[in-house]
């Protein structure tokens, strides 16, 4: 079997958030790029399959030079080769049609890419990768078993789960659960060696549509000062809540 995992470079989440010109850029100064959460549950879950099953696991990104760092750590944590698709991921059908390139050329049985990436949450990429392929798609995955051709993933609905049969090729959206926290991989030494040494390939862009642009970037208001209430004064506290909070 042969896996293609999707990793988006992302802004840890600890990372202050900040524009420039006029709020239509990211700040990256002073920014630490991390591995996309939801991508690297499914690189995690990608290991197993390699681990247990003689998988192949590439992995594939939409991004300049600067996120190589971030690459790396991917082939550190077991990823076989990597891709990198040379062009700034600016738009998530954009992204899609990259990807869908590089799933073409490299004949791939399952296809990984997180749910969403947590810096633009748009939560497109996997679907529309799945529609321009022309193969099966399962999202918000949160297991996954395969077993020849024929796989059984499990997703995540609105007050439960699903349980849904399917086959190869697939592309599935996977998120938290499809590997627990626990789970994932810290690089070791001989493992951040062995990725100096793994194949880092860089393709050009494919010309593909971009049908939005980015306008503005807008931070959440800044929250108001906290009010402390003594612990016997009920009536000063349901005012506040319902003259200044204005939730009762």
């Known amino acids: 079997m042969k896996i293609l995992v999707c990793i988006s470079n992302v ?10 010109e006029g709020d239509t850029k990211f700040d990256t100064n002073g920014v630490q790029f991390v ?14 399959f390699k681990e247990k099953q003689g998988a192949t696991v590439h992995v594939a990104n939409v991004g300049g030079a600067q996120t190589e760092p971030t690459i790396r750590k991917a082939l550190a944590i077991g990823a076989d080769e990597a891709i990198r698709v040379n062009a700034e991921p600016t738009d998530g059908f954009f992204v899609a049609q990259q990807l869908a390139e590089v799933v073409k050329n490299g004949d791939y049985d399952l296809i990984i890419a997180g749910r969403e990436s947590i810096d ?14 022309d193969i099966n798609f399962v999202n918000t995955c949160i297991g996954l078993e395969i077993d020849g051709t024929n796989a059984t993933a499990i997703r995540e609905i609105d007050g439960g789960k699903e349980k849904i049969s399917t086959s190869l090729p697939l592309v ?6 499809l590997v627990e926290e626990s789970d994932l991989r810290i ?32 931070k959440p208001a800044a929250k108001g000062p906290v009010k402390l209430v003594d612990a016997g004064n009920v009536g000063e506290l349901v005012e506040l809540l319902h003259n200044e909070a204005k939730v009762i």
Not at 172 to 177: A, T, V
């Open 11 to 20: 802004p840890d989440t600890t990372s202050k958030i900040n524009f420039t």
């Open 120 to 133: 633009y949450n748009g939560g497109m990429v996997p679907g529309i990768l799945a529609t321009l392929l």
């Open 172 to 177: 599935i959206g996977g998120q938290k659960g």
């Open 187 to 218: 690089p070791n030494m001989r493992g951040i060696m062995m990725a100096r040494k793994k194949a880092l390939n860089v393709v050009e862009p494919i010309d593909a549509t971009q049908p939005t642009q980015d306008q503005k970037f807008e």
């Open 35 to 48: 591995i996309n959460p939801n991508d690297e549950f499914g690189l995690t879950r990608a290991m197993w």
